[in-house]
């Protein structure tokens, strides 16, 4: 089946504890991004990749990492997750939107920094 | 940023009524998509309309596309209590990194 695969779906974890978030998709998409959910905020965007090796900061990328060694994986690392990091995260990934291809999503990851 | 405002933020109708909701963005697109999110869960591609596209149908959904006013519009036709859920517009900016920018989202409620 078709999937952006994220893990873990919740997560517990406490102030300045290092922590990944994985991404996985089998589609052979080039395109995948990372958007953070808030309530009152919508989704914004944190990190995409356009290709292997190849990442960029979104709108909100302060406090993450992320990398793209490999075309079908995009994790996100929190080095030193602080409480303003407690989200709903959603990776996403597209073939290629410069053709207009839509984006499909992750089941989402649900993080607490206490 | 926000480029794409969903309008209005809650609608609330009876099962086999329509359900209309608007997004206006600010600056010029390659296209428009509209994704659908149930409760928690990950968002749902619905339907995408090139900035060349006036309207365009899949199933009960039509969406149209003014980028004169820089605005569109979702209809979902004789609406069911599955479609309860929120409703998003995204936008790919020309000039863009080709990642879709979304707005707050509309919470739609369709009561049986």
């Known amino acids: 089946e078709a999937q952006v695969t994220q893990n873990p779906r919740y997560l517990i974890t406490v102030t300045g504890k290092k922590l990944t978030v994985t991404c996985s998709q089998n589609?052979?998409?080039?395109?995948m991004s990372w958007y953070r959910q808030d309530p009152g905020l919508g989704l914004r965007q944190i990190y995409y990749?356009?290709?292997?090796?190849?990442?960029d900061k979104g709108d909100v990328p302060e406090g993450y990492k992320v990398s793209r060694k490999e075309k079908r994986n995009f994790p996100l690392i929190l080095e030193s997750p602080s409480p303003n990091q407690t989200s709903l995260y959603f990776c996403?990934?597209?073939?290629?939107?410069?053709?207009?291809?839509?984006?499909?999503f992750g089941s989402g990851t649900r993080l607490t920094v206490v | 940023s926000q480029q794409g405002e969903e309008d209005p933020q809650a609608l609330s109708i009876q099962e086999g009524e329509n359900a209309t909701m608007n997004c206006s963005y600010k600056t010029s697109i390659n296209n428009l998509q509209w994704y659908r999110q149930n409760s928690g869960r990950g968002l749902v591609h619905l339907i995408l309309i090139r900035s060349n596209e006036r309207e365009k149908h899949s199933g009960r959904l039509r969406v149209t596309l003014d980028t004169s006013k820089k605005s569109s519009s979702l209809l979902i036709t004789a609406s069911r209590a599955a479609d309860t859920a929120s409703y998003f517009c995204?936008?790919?900016?020309?000039?863009?990194?080709?990642?879709?920018?979304f707005g707050r989202g509309t919470s739609l409620i369709v009561h049986p």
């Open positions: 990749s356009m290709n292997v090796e190849v990442t």
């Open positions: 589609m052979n998409h080039e395109y």
């Open positions: 995204a936008t790919d900016a020309v000039g863009g990194s080709y990642i879709p920018t």
């Open positions: 996403a990934s597209s073939f290629n939107p410069q053709l207009n291809y839509g984006y499909t």
